[in-house]
């Protein structure tokens, strides 16, 4: 199969935008799927890639069976650009571009890290086609995670109201902020019950890196709990095409206005 014809180069490289989280389970893969929705139907091109190295699944939430995937690209078998599958038209189609993982697999789990960079680095020369792209990576903290956030301009953390939540989103802020990455990191507080609570939640975030990392971050935006996400990653359909009117959907784009000043 030919690789998917990449968009000609713009003059302002696109921003990359990594989706990360302390623990898994608080949404983070289904808001990297949204953003690309939103960004897609604002006619931004953008590219989305699944580096989620040892659990990928973008390619099963939207219901897609990519003829090849990130995993060929680290083992070299193929270049970044041919890994690349359209949705939706692809960019610059009302769609975008992804970069499947390697799903229903862990072959990925434990690659070397030079391999990661190599990774990163293909990603970032990207940057000219685009106008944004979106990392989502791998839940934790280990340092495959940490390699690819660098490659960002900047940082998401996905964040629920949960005390587990905010502790693991916490180390890994720290860990990166001693390593020396000086990027913007925004919080998006997901599934909270009510606007007023994920605002506190941010607050109590932003308060500890404040006394004691020195930073505080910015606030992505606040996505309430709806029924109407599970569903739709049921059925493998992006939100806006399933709930046109889900709450949610409003809410990323809130959060979508927030990154753009990036």
Known sequence: MSAVPLPQPRVRPAP?????SGKGGVGKTWLSVTLACVWARAHRRTLLADCDLGLANIDIQLGMRP??????????WIDLDAAMTPFLGGAGAGGFDL???????GALAAIKL??????ADGVRLLKPRYDRIILDLSAGIDAHVQRLAKAADALVLVVTEEPTSLTDAYAL???LRLSGAAFEIYVVVNMAENRARGR???????GACQAHLGFRPKLGGVIGRDPRVADAIRAQSPLHLRHP???AFEDVLR???ALNQE
């Open 173 to 175: 802020a720290k860990l």
């Open 16 to 20: 990359i935008f990594a989706i990360a």
């Open 99 to 105: 970069i499947a993982g390697h799903s229903g697999s």
């Open 245 to 247: 009117q889900s709450q």
């Open 255 to 257: 959060v979508a206005e």
């Open 200 to 206: 506190k939640t941010f607050e109590q975030f932003a």
């Open 67 to 76: 003829s090849s995937d990130i995993h060929s690209v680290v083992r070299g």
């Open 114 to 119: 030079d391999e990661t960079a190599k990774v």
